[in-house]
Antibody, heavy 114, light 107 residues
């Protein structure tokens, strides 16, 4: 069965970068895009972007285009989200999601605090 | 980019009642690419409906979606305690966008 398993919680300083991983299993990794969605505490869902693991093409939401890098490793079937120049308002749970919204990772809490 | 506006913000109903949640798009949604998710506290969202009206695998038929163009509705018939959650609509195409959510409370 399809599973997306994410890396553990992170505590980061403002200005630093964080890299969250999402390991896929149960399907052919290169068949479907992986999307990234975040949720700040008590807030709604915010789409960040997608990566096509077959081609490494990516598309980011406009507000993240200069701070977000999405990559993938087809050998380990793992997608990565890197967010740079972290600010306190980047504190959120970050989710990876399959292309159809059926499968979500368990979420990774990133806390940005001095 | 399509903006989705959900209403009401909060819905408080008794067990067994029907809930009607609205999602309005800022422009017409092509190909009915509109989905609904349920998010219970402390959990990841769960897909309920995609393609405006198709139930995802394992979703009970108490949940139904309808609509077209710019106006979409999620209906939950016969509310149960387990339906207490926040519900989000989503437009999916090259980009994704989410509504701000409707919280359903069970009295």
């Amino acid at each position: 069965q399809t599973q997306l398993v994410q890396s553990g919680a992170e505590v980061m300083k403002p200005g630093a970068s964080v890299k969250v991983s999402c390991k896929a299993s149960g399907y052919t990794f290169t068949d479907y895009y992986i999307h990234w969605v975040r949720q700040a505490p008590g807030q709604g869902l915010e789409w960040m972007g997608w990566i096509n693991p077959r081609t490494d093409d990516t598309k980011s939401a406009q507000k993240f285009q200069d701070r977000v890098t999405m990559t993938s490793d087809t050998i380990t079937s793992t997608a990565y989200l890197q967010v740079s120049r972290l600010r306190s308002d980047d504190t959120a749970v970050y989710y990876c999601v399959d292309n159809w919204g059926n499968y979500w990772g368990q979420g990774t809490l990133v806390t940005v605090s001095s | 980019e399509i903006v989705l506006t959900q209403s009401p913000g909060t819905l408080s109903l008794s067990p067994g009642e029907r809930a009607t949640l609205s999602c309005r798009a800022s422009q017409s949604v092509r190909n009915n690419y509109l989905a609904w998710y349920q998010q219970r506290p402390g959990q990841a969202p769960r897909l309920l409906i995609n393609g405006t009206s198709s139930r995802a695998s394992g979703i009970p038929d108490r949940f139904s979606g309808s609509g077209s163009g710019t106006d979409f509705t999620l209906t939950i018939s016969r509310l149960g305690p387990e339906d207490a959650a926040v519900y989000y609509c989503q437009h999916y195409d090259t980009l994704w966008t989410f509504g701000q959510g409707t919280k359903v409370e069970i009295k």
